[in-house]
């Protein structure tokens, strides 16, 4: 069965409006467990429309979205929230800056249940959990659990977003651009560490870039969106073998036009 399906999603925004957006036409999507997908496009393809309505943070104006073979469709984020974790753009998104590392990782690892969490405190045993996990960013933060996460780097904080999204080990985990706001050098370090943990784990992962480099580089399969459809969608071994101006002659064979947002041919 497959962790993620996603039957005919439209998505409509000021529909019936002179200014109507038919943001998403008709997407069918299916995730196998353990595949990691890295989606790209240009400004307005649809990429942040459709891991929105998929985390629930947008309504969906027709269709259907399964996960594990349920329909979420109108479940509300809080719900979608215990089978759906998300790293956002911004490293300070997915943690509190005030609290610790350790707290935050505790935060992390009662997502769903966190009644009671501060009377309960961290047991040594997580704390224990904790250290071993951060080990294995390679990053020396295994020894700073009680310094606050807002005195961390970009890159630091983004990869304990990274551990703390897959704590728990998710259905499904949505990234959504999060090395985008990193310099080269650490969004190359974050990326490799997203490869490892999404392996490790077996992680089912939907992965949005604007870097086309990284879309070749990693996970099992590559969708180009366009005006809200999917254009390419490659695999496997025709993946691997793809270069930048190999996807770009089959974007154009397939859209039946160039491909002509710098955004993403320069990142």
């Known amino acids: 069965m497959a962790v993620l399906e996603v039957h005919g999603l439209h998505q409509y925004f000021e529909q019936g409006t002179v200014n109507e957006n038919h943001a998403l036409k008709g997407i069918d999507l299916s995730l196998e467990r353990g595949e990691f997908i890295a989606i790209i496009g240009g400004n307005g393809a649809g990429k942040s429309t459709l891991l929105n309505s998929i985390a629930g943070t947008l309504p969906v104006s027709q269709g259907q979205i399964l996960i594990n073979g349920k329909d979420v469709t109108y479940q509300n ?48 045993s997580d704390r224990q959990h904790f250290k071993e996990k951060l080990a294995t960013l390679g990053l020396g933060l295994e ?59 077996h992680t089912t992962t939907l992965m949005i870039t604007h870097n086309m480099a990284s879309a070749l580089k990693y996970g099992d399969r590559l969708i180009m969106l366009d005006h809200g459809e999917i254009a390419v969608d490659v695999r496997g071994e025709e993946k691997q073998h793809l270069t930048v101006e190999d996807l770009l002659t089959m974007f154009k064979e397939r859209s039946g036009q160039e491909f002509a947002d710098d955004a993403v041919l320069l990142s």
Not at 81 to 100: E, H, M, N, W, Y
Request: net charge positive; no cysteine.
């Open 143 to 201: 020894n700073r659990l009680g310094a606050e996460m807002g005195l961390l780097s970009g890159g630091q904080r983004q990869a304990v977003t990274l551990l703390m999204a897959t704590l728990k080990e998710p259905a499904l985990l949505l990234l959504d651009e999060h090395t985008a706001a990193l310099d080269p050098q650490t969004s190359a370090t974050v990326m490799a560490l997203t490869d490892k943990m999404v392996r490790a784990q």
């Open 77 to 124: 984020v809080a719900k979608r929230a215990k089978v759906i974790a998300r790293v956002f753009q911004d490293p300070r998104s997915g943690t509190a800056s005030l609290l610790t590392i350790e707290q935050n990782l505790a935060l992390a690892e009662k997502r769903g249940s966190w009644r009671n969490f501060w009377a309960s405190g961290v047991k040594r």
